[in-house]
């Protein structure tokens, strides 16, 4: 009860910004953006949203078949559906949904969860991979073209801001290729730092051994199932540039031509940074600041930048109510099947 109370105070906080948001910006002018966008802008945010999370699926499906699981296609992207609901709704669009996957998926096929769960973390593994690509592009591409700006005067902090967090990246992704290739297993060390402090505990020990199990699963598929992760490599690659796409899509539908590459860059490497630590759900009110501080540093209007983020807002709403609908569904045909079992 207390967590659905939360839950609503935080929805009715982050609905609150937003309209202070929308007030600031100005109602009328924001209202006139979202209608000269309009239904084609809207609608090819909302298929390039659906292209993710089938890429997602799919490269998810790929690792599947890496350990010999056949899981049909629908409850791969239904699982994904739902995690990303969740992901939108934590402090992370990057974390936050994993073990939903892992149980939604687990409670329909039956299969195990800590080998289940080794293709989840081999799959966000290989997504932090994919994404340096696209990431550090970008972000060379709006550190060049932008120069004069992001490197001068009052704007120095943002332009070192975006390359610290791409040397973050990179560092990561050479620990994560490092590691999977080395078979490191940092989970497995981690539960066994706390095991040492309660040697006895059967709980620890039984959450070691699968915790072990599944990262050698992932080394291992990593290693030697090298179609499996190429695949996997690049539909995520391809889910990160539907992303990318959004904005590229939305502003030309809706006869904006005064952004190009550059702009564009600037605009996906600062979305991405902001979700990483969003506060609200879809990261209202530092999403949205955020976003309109870029634009004014580009010297464009704020206006059609809030339409853009009403489109966005309106899909994930859209995946959150269907993610929050198969879950549900899917305890209820959990339980239902237990019922009849007892009986």
């Known amino acids: 009860m207390r967590t659905v109370v939360k839950t609503g105070g935080v929805l009715v906080l982050s609905l609150a910004i937003l309209c202070a948001i929308i007030h600031y910006v100005g109602f009328e002018e924001t209202v006139q953006a979202v209608a000269c966008a309009g239904f084609p802008a809207f609608g090819a945010v909302g298929l390039l949203t659906a292209a993710h999370l089938v890429l997602q699926a799919g490269a998810w499906s790929a690792l599947n078949r890496g350990i010999r699981h056949r899981i049909g296609f629908r409850i791969l992207l239904s699982a994904v559906t739902s995690g990303m609901a969740v992901n939108i709704v934590t402090p992370s669009s990057y974390l936050g949904g994993e073990p939903v996957k892992v149980l939604y998926a687990g409670a329909r096929t039956g299969l195990p969860y800590h080998e289940i769960g080794g293709t989840v973390l081999l799959s966000k593994y290989i997504e932090v991979l994919s994404f340096l690509l696209i990431f550090g592009a970008s972000t060379a591409v709006a550190a060049v073209m932008f120069r004069g700006v992001?490197?001068?005067?009052?704007?120095?902090?943002?332009?070192?801001?975006?390359?610290?967090v791409a040397m973050a990246l990179l560092v990561l992704c050479i620990l994560l290729g490092i590691g999977l290739t080395r078979r490191w297993h940092p989970l497995a060390t981690l539960v066994g730092l706390f095991r040492r402090i309660r040697p006895r505990s059967k709980r620890l020990t039984r959450l070691w051994n699968r915790t072990l199990r599944m990262e050698r699963q992932v080394s291992r598929v990593f290693r030697e199932e090298h179609g499996s992760a190429g695949t996997a490599f690049g539909l995520l690659f391809l889910s990160h540039t539907a992303i990318f796409l959004k904005p590229v899509v939305f502003f030309g539908l809706a006869s904006w031509t005064g952004l190009g590459l550059g702009e564009f860059s600037l605009i996906f490497v600062t979305s991405q940074v902001?979700?990483?630590?969003?506060?609200?759900?879809?990261?209202?009110?530092?999403?949205?600041?955020?976003?309109?501080?870029?634009?004014?540093?580009l010297g464009l209007g704020n206006a059609l930048c809030m339409a853009f983020l009403l489109c966005i807002?309106?899909?994930?709403?859209?995946?959150?109510?269907?993610?929050?609908?198969l879950g549900w569904r899917a305890g209820a045909?959990?339980?239902?099947?237990?019922?009849?079992?007892?009986?």
Do not use: E, H
């Not at 807002?313 to 609908?325: Q, S, T």
């Open 150 to 164: 992001l490197f001068q005067g009052a704007n120095l902090s943002v332009g070192i801001t975006l390359l610290v």
């Open 333 to 343: 045909g959990v339980m239902s099947s237990s019922l009849l079992k007892g009986k």
């Open 274 to 297: 902001l979700a990483a630590l969003q506060i609200t759900p879809s990261g209202v009110g530092t999403l949205d600041t955020g976003l309109l501080g870029t634009f004014a540093l």
């Open 313 to 325: 807002r309106f899909w994930d709403a859209v995946n959150v109510g269907v993610g929050v609908l």
